[in-house]
């Protein structure tokens, strides 16, 4: 593979579609829970993150029913979806499994 046939005619039209740029411009969700991992779970909102989760299971599936299939916008909520239930596990651990372990201690 040379350099010149990565940055092809077929290449330059392909970045000009919305297949490309959707995508791209959508990693700002994935890029965000990932990095909100770090915080405090008092932050995290159940039921944004549960309606992401959702999101992105119905948008893995139109990415691959779509002719061409789109796998881009695949790996975009492929990589929310890890993300989000990340975060969900989080939240549903500080606000219920902790404070079943506290209620038991006390």
């Known amino acids: 593979m040379s350099f010149r046939n990565?940055?092809?005619?077929?290449?330059?039209?392909?970045?000009?579609?919305?297949?490309?740029?959707?995508?791209?411009?959508?990693?700002?969700?994935?890029?965000?829970?990932?990095?909100?991992?770090?915080?405090?779970?008092e932050y995290i909102s159940?039921?944004?993150?549960g309606s992401l989760i959702l999101y992105s299971l119905v948008f893995m599936r139109y990415s691959l029913a779509i002719s061409p299939k789109n796998y881009l916008l695949f790996g975009c909520h492929f990589v929310n979806e890890?993300?989000?239930?990340?975060?969900?596990?989080?939240?549903?651990r500080h606000y219920y499994l902790d404070k079943a372990v506290e209620a038991k201690e006390a």
Do not use: C, E
């Open 46 to 49: 159940g039921p944004m993150t």
């Open 6 to 41: 990565i940055f092809n005619k077929q290449t330059f039209k392909y970045m000009l579609t919305t297949h490309f740029w959707g995508p791209v411009s959508n990693f700002g969700i994935p890029v965000a829970a990932v990095l909100d991992l770090k915080k405090d779970p």
């Open 82 to 92: 890890a993300a989000q239930l990340a975060q969900g596990f989080r939240w549903t």
